[in-house]
């Protein structure tokens, strides 16, 4: 990879003290990287540290240690002005539930041009009306569309002024946080065709966060799975794909259901339960497969996973 | 097949609601039947209709919500004497509904376990809850009968967790205690309302095969109401697809998904991405459902369908029985033996002819 990645996370832990004896490790030591204008796919259960992992990247969180480093600048510590202002416009995040994540009592309009507001990014009120009217046409919507409000919209039309607020910053990376798990199947496929073309004409990066494993396949160049805090494997799309090496992923795998009736019916999901699988993630490190492919094992267990 | 019998029909069923815009028909005229120990899927967007067919059977429609006309007729026996009775739920009052038929006969399991548990009470007590009510039976006998039950959803420590509140259960747990309270009082029907939606992968596979589980055990009906073809393709036997309060093409799940004939069907298989897709783009169905609130003249789909023929835009079309089938149905002028001849999208054929494949047909 002859490029620098825009987004390089490292050893990154994020642990919550709930009282003096019990602290909850929400991310316990995950690396991986992020390229420009490529998608990097993070998929998992439910508590597996998904969301964390990407709230925390964008600094809704204090990461408890590790180290963050986007566009050349660590933003794990404390950060400067100057830092914070680069976070605040260059990253940009979409949120999971469209109408949650909208306020209500605003018009279209002013949630887009929110951003620009606070960092003073036009100079005349035709130039900010512009730009809205720019992205809402970008996203599919309309000028017209600018002067209602969020519950006049549906809820594909409402993810895609989400994605209009994230997109008016021209973030070089965007932390997609199960944009699309709320929203209808063929819907579902209008927003990810749009993000794909977003990302082609911007060259901007996604960490698309999901569970649903065949849009993550479908959108992404690199998958991370994460359980229980840890990331388990990593590697291109067709890696995890073709080649899946932990039995997590084989498992998470194996659970996809296929649009195919006859051979859907006979098919049963392999399970994967942590506690009685004998595996302790604490004791494993990354092993390498191949340049990209890595999968979280101690020495003894990896020989396992390959003999199977 | 040939004594299957019949626990639920539904004839041209009408629901309207009044709003402050005026009246929106939410369900144009739905037909379909429920025969004892199978699994139908009612698929489509939201909006088309699904929920509010669901929830005329249970008889639980909002205040605003009126049926116009139709029946849904139930058959059951009576526990005592074994006689077999029908009534048609329509024209049956408020509280004989939740007395007889409610609970006992027709159970419902929701999309999310959170909302649908209470918060402050004990899953034991709310799984109690149901049979003392209906079948007034002492706390001893109902706090057994719920151990029972939680072991029979695969919940270990059944009775230690008798005592749990849901804030202290997963989200595959707390649906399997939904699914313990709907089977508490032994219905024949099961109403699944998107059940694995709020759930993960991983999770959502081993629910649906409990519930199919559960449904071979129990001799149940169960209708699926979901947007999710994977699991539509797991679990059901007989699928219908509705569109803007009309079922427009019923059948087999082998006919829905191998040989599919109404545009929309072909929009929504389409639409969905399964592992092997790569095209550039994913086909999406172009525009939005319509509005209710407003009459429909002609197909309501038209105005969405490359495929639409002048007819369409006119005269809303009959259910066309496929060729060759007795249980293939499709709402669609194509249909018609005058009609142009027109060919699924290729992308799609060349889908379902990998997938017949695999499948060995």
Same mark, same amino acid.
Not at chain 2, 87 to 93: A, G, L, S, Y
């Given at each position: 990879?002859?490029?620098?990645?825009?987004?390089?996370?490292?050893?990154?832990?994020?642990?919550?003290?709930?009282?003096?004896?019990?602290?909850?490790?929400?991310?316990?030591?995950?690396?991986?990287?992020?390229?420009?204008?490529?998608?990097?796919?993070?998929?998992?259960?439910?508590?597996?540290?998904?969301?964390?992992?990407?709230?925390?990247?964008?600094?809704?969180?204090?990461?408890?240690?590790?180290?963050?480093?986007?566009?050349?600048?660590?933003?794990?510590?404390?950060?400067?002005?100057?830092?914070?202002?680069?976070?605040?416009?260059?990253?940009?995040?979409?949120?999971?539930?469209?109408?949650?994540?909208?306020?209500?009592?605003?018009?279209?309009?002013?949630?887009?041009?929110?951003?620009?507001?606070?960092?003073?990014?036009?100079?005349?009120?035709?130039?900010?009306?512009?730009?809205?009217?720019?992205?809402?046409?970008?996203?599919?919507?309309?000028?017209?569309?600018?002067?209602?409000?969020?519950?006049?919209?549906?809820?594909?039309?409402?993810?895609?002024?989400?994605?209009?607020?994230?997109?008016?910053?021209?973030?070089?990376?965007?932390?997609?946080?199960?944009?699309?798990?709320?929203?209808?199947?063929?819907?579902?496929?209008?927003?990810?065709?749009?993000?794909?073309?977003?990302?082609?004409?911007?060259?901007?990066?996604?960490?698309?966060?999901?569970?649903?494993?065949?849009?993550?396949?479908?959108?992404?160049?690199?998958?991370?799975?994460?359980?229980?805090?840890?990331?388990?494997?990593?590697?291109?799309?067709?890696?995890?794909?073709?080649?899946?090496?932990?039995?997590?992923?084989?498992?998470?795998?194996?659970?996809?259901?296929?649009?195919?009736?006859?051979?859907?019916?006979?098919?049963?999901?392999?399970?994967?339960?942590?506690?009685?699988?004998?595996?302790?993630?604490?004791?494993?490190?990354?092993?390498?497969?191949?340049?990209?492919?890595?999968?979280?094992?101690?020495?003894?267990?990896?020989?396992?996973?390959?003999?199977? | 097949?040939?004594?299957?019998?019949?626990?639920?029909?539904?004839?041209?069923?009408?629901?309207?609601?009044?709003?402050?815009?005026?009246?929106?028909?939410?369900?144009?005229?739905?037909?379909?039947? !429920?025969?004892?120990?199978?699994?139908?899927? $009612?698929?489509? %967007?939201?909006?088309?209709?699904?929920? @509010? /067919?669901?929830? *005329?059977?249970?008889?639980?429609?909002?205040?605003?919500?009126?049926?116009?006309?139709?029946?849904?007729?139930?058959?059951?026996?009576?526990?005592?004497?074994?006689?077999?009775?029908?009534?048609?739920?329509?024209?049956?009052?408020?509280?004989?509904?939740?007395?007889?038929?409610?609970?006992?006969?027709?159970?419902?399991?929701?999309?999310?376990?959170?909302?649908?548990?209470?918060?402050?009470?004990?899953?034991?007590?709310?799984?109690?809850?149901?049979?003392?009510?209906?079948?007034?039976?002492?706390?001893?006998?109902?706090?057994?009968?719920?151990?029972?039950?939680?072991?029979?959803?695969?919940?270990?420590?059944?009775?230690?967790?008798?005592?749990?509140?849901?804030?202290?259960?997963?989200?595959?747990?707390?649906?399997?205690?939904?699914?313990?309270?709907? !089977?508490?009082?032994?219905?024949?029907?099961? $109403?699944?309302? %998107?059940?694995?939606?709020?759930?993960? @992968? /991983?999770?959502? *596979?081993?629910?649906?095969?409990?519930?199919?589980?559960?449904?071979?055990?129990?001799?149940?009906?169960?209708?699926?109401?979901?947007?999710?073809?994977?699991?539509?393709?797991?679990?059901?036997?007989?699928?219908?697809?509705?569109?803007?309060?009309?079922?427009?093409?019923?059948?087999?799940?082998?006919?829905?998904?191998?040989?599919?004939?109404?545009?929309?069907?072909?929009?929504?298989?389409?639409?969905?991405?399964?592992?092997?897709?790569?095209?550039?783009?994913?086909?999406?169905?172009?525009?939005?459902?319509?509005?209710?609130?407003?009459?429909?003249?002609?197909?309501?789909?038209?105005?969405?369908?490359?495929?639409?023929?002048?007819?369409?835009?006119?005269?809303?079309?009959?259910?066309?029985?496929?060729?060759?089938?007795?249980?293939?149905?499709?709402?669609?002028?194509?249909?018609?033996?005058?009609?142009?001849?027109? %060919?699924?999208?290729?992308?799609?054929?060349?889908?379902?002819?990998?997938?017949?494949?695999?499948?060995?047909?």
């Amino acid at each position: 990879m002859s490029t620098e990645p825009i987004l390089k996370v490292t050893d990154l832990k994020q642990h919550f003290k709930i009282n003096r004896k019990f602290t909850v490790k929400a991310v316990d030591g995950v690396s991986f990287e992020v390229y420009p204008g490529q998608t990097y796919g993070l998929v998992g259960e439910s508590g597996s540290g998904k969301s964390t992992t990407g709230r925390s990247i964008i600094r809704l969180y204090k990461p408890t240690s590790g180290s963050i480093v986007f566009n050349g600048e660590e933003i794990s510590g404390k950060m400067s002005a100057k830092k914070i202002k680069l976070l605040r416009t260059k990253m940009q995040m979409i949120f999971q539930d469209p109408m949650a994540c909208l306020n209500p009592r605003m018009k279209v309009m002013d949630i887009i041009a929110e951003g620009l507001d606070i960092h003073h990014l036009y100079s005349t009120k035709e130039e900010r009306e512009q730009k809205v009217y720019d992205i809402l046409n970008l996203v599919g919507l309309s000028k017209e569309h600018a002067s209602r409000y969020p519950h006049q919209f549906s809820g594909g039309q409402r993810q895609r002024i989400g994605i209009a607020r994230a997109l008016i910053m021209d973030p070089d990376l965007i932390i997609a946080d199960e944009a699309i798990s709320a929203l209808d199947v063929s819907i579902q496929a209008q927003v990810v065709n749009l993000m794909k073309h977003i990302q082609k004409e911007y060259g901007s990066a996604i960490l698309f966060i999901a569970h649903d494993l065949s849009m993550v396949k479908y959108i992404s160049d690199y998958i991370g799975v994460l359980h229980l805090g840890h990331l388990v494997e990593t590697g291109t799309t067709e890696e995890i794909f073709t080649n899946p090496i932990h039995p997590y992923t084989k498992s998470l795998l194996s659970a996809i259901p296929s649009p195919n009736p006859v051979v859907e019916k006979q098919r049963t999901s392999l399970s994967y339960d942590y506690a009685t699988s004998g595996l302790d993630y604490e004791a494993g490190t990354q092993h390498k497969i191949s340049d990209t492919h890595y999968v979280l094992a101690t020495d003894e267990d990896l020989k396992k996973f390959l003999a199977e | 097949m040939e004594n299957r019998e019949r626990i639920l029909k539904i004839r041209d069923l009408h629901i309207s609601f009044k709003t402050d815009n005026g009246k929106v028909n939410a369900i144009r005229g739905v037909d379909f039947d !429920l025969y004892k120990g199978e699994t139908i899927a $009612i698929v489509g %967007e939201s909006g088309s209709g699904k929920s @509010v /067919t669901t929830k *005329a059977i249970m008889g639980i429609l909002a205040s605003n919500g009126v049926i116009e006309k139709g029946s849904i007729d139930y058959v059951w026996y009576d526990e005592n004497t074994g006689e077999r009775q029908e009534r048609d739920i329509v024209k049956m009052k408020k509280d004989e509904i939740q007395k007889i038929i409610r609970g006992r006969k027709i159970a419902m399991v929701f999309q999310d376990p959170m909302t649908s548990l209470n918060p402050t009470m004990t899953i034991g007590k709310q799984i109690m809850e149901p049979m003392i009510y209906h079948y007034h039976k002492s706390k001893e006998e109902a706090y057994a009968k719920a151990v029972e039950l939680l072991e029979l959803v695969g919940i270990t420590d059944a009775e230690k967790r008798m005592g749990n509140y849901p804030h202290q259960l997963s989200g595959g747990m707390r649906q399997r205690v939904v699914i313990a309270i709907a !089977l508490s009082c032994d219905p024949y029907v099961l $109403i699944c309302d %998107e059940p694995t939606t709020a759930l993960d @992968v /991983t999770i959502q *596979a081993k629910i649906l095969e409990l519930i199919k589980e559960i449904q071979r055990k129990k001799d149940l009906s169960v209708i699926y109401i979901t947007h999710d073809l994977g699991v539509v393709a797991k679990v059901a036997d007989y699928v219908n697809v509705m569109y803007a309060g009309k079922i427009v093409e019923t059948g087999t799940i082998n006919e829905i998904f191998y040989d599919p004939r109404h545009p929309y069907t072909w929009g929504l298989l389409s639409a969905m991405p399964d592992l092997d897709t790569d095209d550039e783009e994913l086909y999406t169905i172009p525009g939005a459902p319509p509005n209710l609130a407003h009459e429909i003249v002609g197909d309501a789909f038209a105005p969405r369908n490359q495929f639409a023929l002048n007819i369409d835009l006119r005269i809303d079309p009959p259910m066309f029985d496929v060729p060759g089938s007795e249980t293939h149905k499709c709402a669609s002028w194509l249909m018609h033996e005058k009609a142009p001849k027109v %060919e699924m999208p290729k992308s799609l054929k060349r889908r379902i002819e990998k997938m017949k494949k695999e499948a060995g047909l």
